[in-house]
């Protein structure tokens, strides 16, 4: 059992030494006074993301983004010089949160601050970003309701529709799993799960959605 786990700890480190390795997008704005105060968003070139509303959030909200998607967002932080140039507008705006963006890949690591920029490919970035958060929102929103709340879970599954037809979600497939498990518990009202099932059909099969 020792020889075991001792091997198990091993391979842990080894994961993690091998994912720092592994080049990342980060992104965070810090906006005092709105809801949520703080967010940060972080992007592995492997696809993996995580969502924090803190900064020592010991429970993010993981997903895995497309391949495409991914290429997408590093491919703008390219363009942006991996953020090695200042992105802030030279024209007085009101402040909107201190928005950070940087790259890290092992050692190399830049980064840069600001609160509006004019840069079509920063706003791109930013837009990319925001919809990953908003996305962890309505999941977030989701798997409360489903669980503490039957009541709102209506609510929750109309906030996730919306945001659908928005364009506004990113990696819908992780809502699956959640989507599933309220269309076939008979706890939930009739309603609730019709609209369940058809959220999923909706992700599963895009091309197909009429409405």
């Given at each position: 059992m020792?020889?075991?786990?001792?091997?198990?700890?091993?391979?842990?480190?080894?994961?993690?030494?091998?994912?720092a390795d592994v080049p990342r997008l980060f992104f965070s704005r810090s906006f005092p006074g709105s809801t949520p105060a703080y967010i940060q968003v972080t992007v592995l070139k492997t696809g993996e993301a995580e969502y924090c509303e803190a900064?020592?959030?010991?429970?993010?909200?993981?997903?895995?983004?497309?391949?495409?998607?991914?290429?997408?967002?590093?491919d703008?932080?390219?363009?942006?010089?991996?953020?090695?140039?200042?992105?802030?507008?030279p024209v007085k705006v009101a402040f909107m949160g201190t928005k950070t963006f940087r790259y890290e890949d092992g050692v190399q690591k830049s980064e840069v601050q600001f609160n509006y920029s004019q840069d079509?490919?920063?706003?791109?970035?930013?837009?990319?970003?925001?919809?990953?958060?908003?996305?962890?929102?309505r999941r977030i929103d989701l798997e409360r309701a489903a669980k503490y709340d039957h009541l709102g879970v209506m609510k929750a599954l109309t906030m996730l529709e919306g945001a659908l037809l928005?364009?506004?979600?990113?990696?819908?497939?992780?809502?699956?799993p959640t989507l599933d498990r309220v269309a076939k518990n008979e706890t939930y009202m009739h309603t609730a799960?019709?609209?369940?099932?058809?959220?999923?059909?909706?992700?599963?099969?895009p091309k197909k959605e009429a409405r």
């Open positions: 020792a020889a075991t786990m001792k091997w198990l700890c091993l391979l842990a480190s080894a994961s993690a030494a091998l994912a900064v020592d959030d010991d429970l993010p909200v993981k997903s895995k983004l497309a391949e495409a998607d991914v290429q997408t967002l590093f703008l932080a390219g363009k942006l010089d991996y953020f090695k140039h200042p992105l802030e507008a079509p490919q920063a706003q791109a970035l930013l837009d990319w970003f925001e919809r990953i958060a908003e996305t962890a929102s928005r364009n506004r979600v990113v990696a819908p497939e992780q809502f699956l799960r019709a609209r369940a099932a058809e959220i999923a059909e909706a992700i599963r099969n």
